[in-house]
C-alpha cells in the first residue's frame, strides 16, 4: 500500500489550507478502526459477522518516500478539464467499504466487511484501457466477490465527505459484472438524500465506462429533499449496489463478481 501526501484527507476541518503540509508532520498513527470502535461500546458483533475482539497487527517495511506514487485519488488536471478522482486503485489502497443487506427480516440487516465475501485490488479486476491519466481505467481495479441470493443486496461504499465537490457535474466510473444484475450507482447528500441512476440487467454485464450527468440522477423512493435537486456542495458518500435479490432470485444466483475502475467526478 502507498499514499501520496496530497491525497490525505484532513481529519480536523479547522485545518487552515485543508491539506497536508509535509513539512509540519509531528507523528504518523496506524489505528485499527474496529477496535476503537469496539472500546467505544459499539455492538460490532451485528455489523461484522467474523468481529473478533482479540486482534493482531503487523507492519513490515515501512518507508517515507521522496519519489512520488501514481496518483490514486485527489484533484486531477489536464489541458481540457478538471476532476476529483474518488479512486482508480493504483496504489492499493482501500477506500471502498463492502456491505451486505439481508430483507429476509424486519427490520433489514446490515453487515459491514461480510465473511461471505471478498474483496481486492487486482491488475486482472481493471477496466480495459492503458490507465495513462488518473482517470482513465487500466493498471488495477477493484473486485467484489459474493454468493447472491434472493432478498440480499451486495454494495460497495465510499465516503467523500471531506472532498469539496461544489464544482462537480458528473459522475465517471468504470463497471463490470459477471452476471445480469440490477445495479444502483446511488449518490447520497449530507441530509442522507440519496440520487440514483439504475444499470438494468441487460446493460450490465461486460465493461461500461459510465459518464452520468449529476443532474440525471433521480431522488431515490424513499428519499425527501428540500428542493428535490442534488447538490454536489453536499454529497457525502457513492454506493454501487448490486440490488438483484429485490428480485426474488429472477436474475440468477449463485457467485458473482462486481469489479469497479477509474471513479471520479468532473469539475465544472
Known amino acids: 500500500m502507498v499514499a501520496n501526501w496530497d491525497e490525505l484527507t484532513p481529519s480536523d476541518p479547522k485545518d487552515k489550507n485543508n491539506k497536508l503540509d509535509p513539512g509540519q508532520v509531528k507523528g504518523i498513527s496506524i489505528l485499527d478502526l474496529t477496535t476503537v470502535l469496539a472500546s467505544s461500546g459499539a455492538e460490532l458483533t451485528k455489523f461484522i459477522p467474523d468481529f473478533k475482539p482479540s486482534r493482531t497487527m503487523w507492519l513490515d517495511d515501512f518507508q517515507l518516500s521522496t ?65 495513462k491519466t488518473p482517470i482513465e481505467p487500466g493498471g488495477k481495479g477493484l473486485r467484489y466477490s459474493y454468493k447472491r441470493g434472493a432478498k440480499t443486496a451486495f454494495g460497495l461504499n465510499c465516503s467523500v465527505e471531506k472532498q469539496d465537490l461544489s464544482r462537480a ?12 444484475s440490477l445495479v444502483i450507482v446511488q449518490v447520497k447528500e449530507k441530509d442522507d438524500s440519496e440520487y440514483n441512476q439504475i444499470i438494468m ?25 428540500e428542493n428535490n435537486a442534488l447538490d454536489p456542495g453536499q454529497i457525502k458518500e457513492i454506493s454501487i449496489v ?20 477509474a471513479v471520479s467526478f468532473g469539475l465544472k
Open 242 to 261: 448490486d440490488a438483484s435479490g429485490f428480485l426474488g432470485g429472477m436474475l440468477g444466483e449463485g457467485d458473482t463478481t462486481l469489479e469497479l475502475d
Open 169 to 180: 457535474d458528473r459522475l465517471r466510473l468504470s463497471l463490470n459484472m459477471s452476471q445480469k
Open 201 to 225: 440487467p441487460d446493460d450490465s454485464v461486460g465493461w461500461r465506462s459510465l459518464d452520468l450527468p449529476l443532474s440525471s440522477l433521480t431522488l431515490g423512493e424513499n428519499s425527501r429533499d
Open 67 to 131: 519519489a512520488r506514487a501514481p496518483q490514486s485519488a485527489g484533484l486531477y488536471k489536464d489541458a481540457v478539464a478538471s476532476s476529483l478522482v474518488v479512486d482508480n486503485f493504483e496504489t492499493g489502497v482501500y477506500r471502498w467499504m463492502p456491505v451486505r443487506v439481508d430483507f429476509a427480516g424486519n427490520p433489514p440487516s446490515f453487515a459491514l466487511f461480510p465473511a461471505d465475501a471478498s474483496l481486492k485490488i487486482l491488475p486482472e479486476a481493471a477496466g480495459p484501457g492503458a490507465g
